[in-house]
């Protein structure tokens, strides 16, 4: 039987690291993490649980991430020479991974 879990290991750890430079750090949640075996693990032997058991053993942290929607202050006019202006609002929060793209 194929082990899945080793070959995710194998994959992952090639690409990420639990530790690393700030300029490196990506904050990832378990689906978006799930996602990326999509390609090379079949759907159905392995799910989002086999991913927390994975980060968990190879000893990724988490933390608490805000996240923030675009919201426009002015609409663009370019007839009257008025460019749009956007700021980023806080909506929520959730916990995601926190790993360490490597070159």
Not at 2 to 22: L, N, S
Not at 49 to 63: I, P, S, T
Not at 71 to 90: A, C, F, H, R, Y
């Amino acid at each position: 039987m194929i082990d899945y879990k080793e070959e995710m290991i194998t994959v992952f750890c090639r690409y990420f690291a639990p530790i690393g430079e700030m300029e490196d750090k990506k904050n990832m949640s378990t689906t978006e993490i799930d996602f990326l075996f999509r390609g090379i693990i079949p759907n159905l032997p392995t799910s989002e649980h086999d991913v927390y058991e994975l980060m968990k053993e190879l000893g990724f942290d988490q933390e608490k991430v805000i996240v923030y929607e675009t919201k426009v202050i002015t609409e663009e006019n370019l007839s009257k020479g008025i460019q749009e202006e956007v700021d980023m609002i806080p909506v929520g929060q959730i916990f995601k991974w926190i790993v360490f793209e490597k070159d």
